[in-house]
């Protein structure tokens, strides 16, 4: 273990320090280090706050020698008299068998865990946990710039901490493990490596390049479950620049190594997303996961569909989201195809009406690389605006101006919202008006 050193001086322990004190949760965390010696901020916290005074870590991770209940409890407490909402009072969530606590609330999350050593009892498999030192804890961890811990109390107070290297590493934005077996041991850090490299703009030193390669090659990422697989996925496709997470995956390898049916075009998913309008009507999650999959169409569709869900399923994504994103990846294409023969908005209405917009936003995209603009500009209509057009008569109008109850109401709405998108009536009393006439002459 090293104490500061690369260009970083110990006063940057104070700096990190005075900076944790603005984030949420920060004051009142260091508040409880003037009563317990024990407590350090530890991992990307302290890296980003290095990096950046201006940074804004999305979660604060703490280690503490025990008790790490104790301390999330003291933290939710003190954390509660700053909510009047009782629906927004923080509340400790306490995992014993591993020694970690959890406080979240609205405005941010800390987690706490106890000095842990871990023990890999073979490839891919979750680590066997013990108590531990510093040392150990540091030693257990992915990267060297994520090894970086402050400790927030006691007689060495701000005093910084590291693996050997961590230092010079984070002032060189490079990515370096801590051991020959590390990809091995846990493969999922080939994920992390990548999401890393996208948001923080580090890059792998020359020999994790390639002890990550060799892995990749040796099989590694078979060795670990779909379902801790499917997690950093989701932690992927939830990255500030999801696009540049999933095209450093696909660099690295990790993308082709997962699935055959896994493919990246980098440029047809940003051209899909800014086609997509923003939630909560899309998922942009959904989108990316279904652009990934979107190779399926060139097999067959049902067995394709089947297959996939399969995949989805392994990786435990919520059935919701899985759907979606099967049914957008088989969708896209057939809707750049059918929009090209589609000039009116009715006629783009019966193609699109009930679809997923996020398939709608992918075929949008497809039609455009392939050259096809009237196809991509039908599907932008409909997102930007034909999606939007209603009636502003109902059922009711129609009885009550003498039209029969029965399917004829639905299918007189109907042909008057295609009129409207078509353009040829403007308003309720258009409306009304030609439905009435319609039924007149039926009569």
């Not at 706490?112 to 891919?124: D, N, Q």
């Not at 066997?128 to 006691?154: K, M, P």
């Not at 009237?374 to 209509?381: E, V």
């Amino acid at each position: 273990m090293e104490e500061s050193s690369a260009g970083l001086a110990p006063s940057d322990g104070a700096a990190v320090i005075e900076r944790l004190r603005q984030l949420p949760g920060g004051r009142e965390l260091l508040e409880l280090a003037e009563r317990r010696a024990d407590i350090e901020l530890i991992g990307g916290a302290v890296r980003d706050l290095l990096l950046d005074a201006r940074g804004t870590p999305r979660e604060l991770d703490v280690v503490v020698a025990d008790d790490s209940a104790g301390l999330a409890e003291s933290l939710a407490e003190k954390l509660s008299h700053d909510h009047r909402s009782r629906a927004d009072t923080p509340a400790p969530h306490v995992h014993d068998r591993f020694g970690t606590a959890t406080v979240e609330w609205p405005e941010g999350r800390i987690d706490i865990a106890e000095r842990r050593s871990e023990r890999y009892a073979h490839p891919g498999a979750l680590p066997e946990v013990g108590q531990g030192t510093v040392e150990d804890d540091l030693a257990r961890r992915d990267f060297t710039v994520n090894t970086i811990s402050v400790r927030l109390g006691g007689p060495g107070r701000a005093e910084l901490r590291c693996a050997g290297g961590a230092l010079e590493d984070l002032a060189a934005l490079r990515l370096r493990v801590l051991h020959e077996r590390s990809f091995l041991d846990d493969p999922t850090r080939l994920l992390r490596m990548a999401r890393y490299a996208a948001r923080l703009g580090f890059g792998p030193d020359q020999h994790t390049a390639r002890l990550a390669e060799q892995a990749i090659a040796a099989g590694a990422l078979d060795t670990v479950s779909p379902a801790r697989i499917g997690a950093e996925l989701r932690l992927t496709l939830a990255e500030p620049d999801p696009v540049a997470a999933l095209e450093s995956l696909q660099q690295l390898g990790v993308l082709s190594a997962l699935h055959d049916a896994i493919e990246l075009d980098v440029l047809l998913a940003r051209a899909a997303l800014a086609e997509l309008p923003s939630p909560p009507d899309a998922w942009p999650d959904v989108l990316l996961l279904a652009s990934l999959l979107r190779p399926g169409h060139s097999y067959d569709s049902t067995d394709y569909q089947t297959r996939l869900r399969a995949l989805l399923d392994g990786y435990e994504f919520p059935g919701p989201e899985r759907e979606r994103a099967v049914r957008s990846a088989i969708l896209a294409p057939r809707i750049a195809e059918r929009l090209r023969h589609a000039g009116k908005p009715s006629q783009i209405y019966g193609v699109l009406h009930g679809e997923p917009l996020e398939a709608i936003a992918l075929g949008a995209a497809i039609a455009g690389a392939a050259g096809h603009s009237d196809a991509a500009g039908a599907a932008q209509r409909w997102l930007s605006q034909l999606r939007h057009v209603e009636l502003e008569i109902g059922g009711e109008d129609l009885l009550a101006a003498g039209v029969s109850r029965g399917p004829e109401i639905g299918r007189r709405l109907r042909h008057a919202l295609m009129c409207k998108l078509d353009g040829e009536l403007a308003g309720a009393e258009d409306e009304r008006g030609a439905e009435l006439a319609a039924a007149m002459e039926d009569a």
